[in-house]
């Protein structure tokens, strides 16, 4: 997804009652190895979860993959690569709609700042950084003696190791892991379908089912300019699956809420979730007036557009769980029997009793906080790249001077170089569309923060939102990544003497963001975090530590079952075919969304039309898990995960298999259409056989 859509989720951004056999989104270290005993009769061994881990990787854009090759050969999804594929694209030659195959290393496409990462290695390190919080401390300083800690670890970690070390919180607080990541930052684009095929039904269909989606892209990693040599990556299934086979997910879930206490879901079902929707409509239509002006507008919003209407539509499915009178009520009362149990313990009541109460009182806090945070400090006032880069600037800049432990977190020594990767991009930035996306944000930010607001008047100076937008991105130079370099280099004192506008604007509100951002922290952060962890602590010590955490966006297992489910009275085949596809297409006139590529007109009558295509399973996922792998038993690819249905929206708070559903593309019909399709022997046949061929390695 692209990184605008992104930025916007970011920012503003295990049900009792139920029980479910394939539920969970579990730890490598921490795996569901009885449950799949008792329910499927499999055995996790070692040598499995790490052959699994370390073939499984994360892409920086907001998606997961796996390898599938000893030569460096990875895939995701198309929506997932699609960032690059833009990047990558000119006027001239639109590779997201028209699609990508390198024949030779020499055609493969580098990404301008596309970076995999691989868990090498976990460490418990919940003893240091709860360790930190020591008795006395009021919930800010407790707070900030957790973050300096983190930072501390995680930059002893990258200098010793080398590698990109992220220090993850579990179980709100209960648990801290240190996760080591491999990095790959050289990744080049190898196969890409058509767009129109990737997502076909287009919005229409989006988390709907059937599906008929070729949604997937390989891209190869490199070291030292040479494909890198992988030891680790899984093979891909000659016979693929059936109706009722036990399937594994490995990948990374973005994120969760079904921890969360009754306050904190009582304030994104009444506040932020409506909040968020009304900002992605009105996104929306800005992109498409502004794609309507010309060709060239379409294709530049076109990754944009994708964006917003996926987490459009994926935001109305979380409000319609969060709406949901029977699964709250079942949530109050789990919470309910935990508070009562804690209370029923002397001990744990002395403890963790006054917990939910700190909680909701932080979410009142949040409450009046949200706006400002939101718009100053995390942006969404500024929606524009160069925007965002002038922030980084004045940030980046300023922090460095302090030593690392005093730092915002974001920008310790451990996140630098991801960071820096980020910073001197060279993709394209189209000023165009950061004028109209900017002066839609800061339009919202007036209506929101008022006239009045002091950054308001600053950020307008006396023009309009459009008239200030088109200021700002005229009179900068950001977009030259050379620019971005020698302000980066020449530190705080470089970024002092700029006069570039929106250096000076970032300049100008900084110390207002920061007192926003001290307050949050201090009084909505510290104390969620503290009394989340003496929640999850009561619930250690009352149901047990046999459970899986909320999603962070780290590595994950899932498992499910693939089978179909009724809808309306009406029963939904697991599978769809190549030639379901041909036949939905004719049911809707071949038309629009549902106009198949003329690549697959040709190519119909030399199919395999009864090859499945897509096929659904009860595995447990959530946004982050596009791209992951689709594995059976053996640990070999059957298929990729690229979407959920409908029912499957409210996972985000509690985990329903009656009807929800992962989507995954099968792996019968990607090899089916590359060789027959779209002519690319040479990547089949390093799919079959785990390498490439000498001849097509010996290639320029």
Not at 169 to 193: E, H, Q, S, W
Not at 466 to 477: L, P, V
Not at 479 to 500: F, H, N
């Amino acid at each position: 997804m692209n990184r605008r859509i992104l930025v916007i989720m970011a920012l503003l951004c295990g049900l009792a009652a139920f029980s479910f056999a394939d539920e969970g989104m579990w730890l490598f270290n921490k795996p569901p190895k009885d449950q799949l005993k008792k329910d499927h009769n499999f055995t996790i061994t070692q040598p499995w979860l790490d052959h699994l881990r370390l073939g499984s990787v994360r892409f920086n854009n907001g998606g997961s993959g796996s390898f599938v090759s000893e030569d460096g050969l990875a895939f995701t999804n198309h929506h997932v690569g699609r960032v690059c594929l833009q990047q990558l694209s000119t006027e001239k030659k639109d590779y997201v709609k028209d699609g990508f195959y390198a024949k030779t290393k020499a055609d493969e496409g580098k990404c301008p700042d596309l970076e995999l990462n691989v868990l090498v290695d976990i460490q418990d390190v919940t003893p240091d950084v709860q360790g930190a919080a020591k008795p006395g401390m009021s919930d800010a300083d407790a707070g900030q003696a957790q973050r300096q800690k983190m930072s501390a670890i995680e930059k002893e970690c990258s200098e010793r190791t080398g590698l990109r070390c992220d220090i993850v919180t579990l179980y709100a607080g209960g648990m801290y892991n240190l996760y080591k990541y491999k990095k790959y930052t050289d990744v080049r684009v190898v196969f890409a379908p058509e767009a129109q095929m990737a997502f076909f039904g287009g919005d229409h269909d989006n988390f709907e089912y059937p599906r008929y989606d070729l949604d997937v892209t390989y891209f190869r990693v490199y070291e030292n300019g040479k494909p890198a040599h992988l030891t680790n990556f899984l093979k891909w299934s000659p016979t693929g699956t059936k109706a009722g086979d036990l399937v594994f997910v490995s990948g990374h879930p973005g994120g969760t809420e079904r921890q969360l206490t009754m306050a904190e879901l009582n304030f994104l079902k009444d506040l932020q979730t409506g909040f968020i929707i009304d900002v992605l409509t009105r996104r929306d239509k800005i992109l498409h007036d502004y794609a309507a002006q010309s060709a060239e507008n379409a294709r530049v919003a076109a990754d944009d557009i994708f964006g917003v209407e996926n987490s459009l539509k994926a935001y109305k499915g979380r409000r319609g769980g969060l709406e949901d009178k029977e699964l709250l009520g079942k949530k109050a009362a789990a919470e309910q029997k935990l508070r009562a149990d804690v209370n029923a313990d002397p001990k744990l009541k002395s403890e963790y009793g006054t917990a939910w109460d700190e909680i909701a009182k932080a979410m009142d806090v949040r409450r009046q906080l949200f706006l400002p945070h939101a718009f100053i400090e995390r942006n969404l006032g500024f929606n524009a790249e160069l925007a965002r880069f002038a922030r980084t600037l004045v940030r980046v800049t300023a922090e460095r001077q302090k030593p690392n432990q005093e730092r915002l977190r974001e920008y310790g020594e451990a996140r630098l170089p991801s960071l820096k990767q980020q910073l001197f991009s060279t993709a394209p930035v189209y000023r165009t569309l950061d004028i109209a996306t900017l002066t839609e944000s800061l339009a919202l930010m007036q209506e929101k923060l008022g006239a009045d607001d002091p950054t308001v008047k600053r950020a307008l100076n006396g023009k309009t939102p459009s008239e200030a937008a088109k200021a700002y991105i005229d009179g900068t130079r950001l977009d030259d990544p050379a620019v971005r370099k020698q302000l980066y280099e020449g530190g705080a004192a470089a970024v002092a003497a700029s006069t570039d506008p929106l250096i000076v604007l970032m300049r100008d509100i900084d110390p207002r963001a920061r007192q926003v951002r001290k307050q949050w922290d201090d009084k909505v952060e510290a104390v969620v975090r503290l009394n989340s962890t003496k929640i999850a602590k009561a619930r250690f010590a009352i149901q047990g530590t046999n459970s899986y955490p909320d999603a962070t966006f780290t590595l994950r297992l899932a498992y499910g079952t693939i089978k179909g489910y009724e809808e309306h009275g009406k029963q939904i085949a697991p599978y769809t075919t190549l030639g379901g596809a041909f036949k939905h297409a004719a049911a809707n006139g071949n038309k629009g969304d549902f106009e198949l590529p003329k690549s697959w007109d040709d190519a119909k009558s030399k199919l395999s039309l009864a090859t499945p295509l897509n096929f659904v399973h009860t595995s447990d996922i959530i946004g982050g898990n596009s791209g992951s792998p689709t594995i059976d038993r053996k640990g070999e690819v059957v298929g990729i995960i690229f979407d959920g249905n409908i029912q499957s929206l409210p996972w985000d708070f509690a985990y329903d298999d009656r009807q929800g559903r992962a989507i995954s593309v099968d792996s019968r019909a990607i090899l089916e259409s590359i060789r027959k399709i779209y002519h690319a022997d040479a990547l089949a046949d390093e799919l079959v056989n785990g390498h490439r061929s000498k001849a097509a390695a010996a290639t320029k």
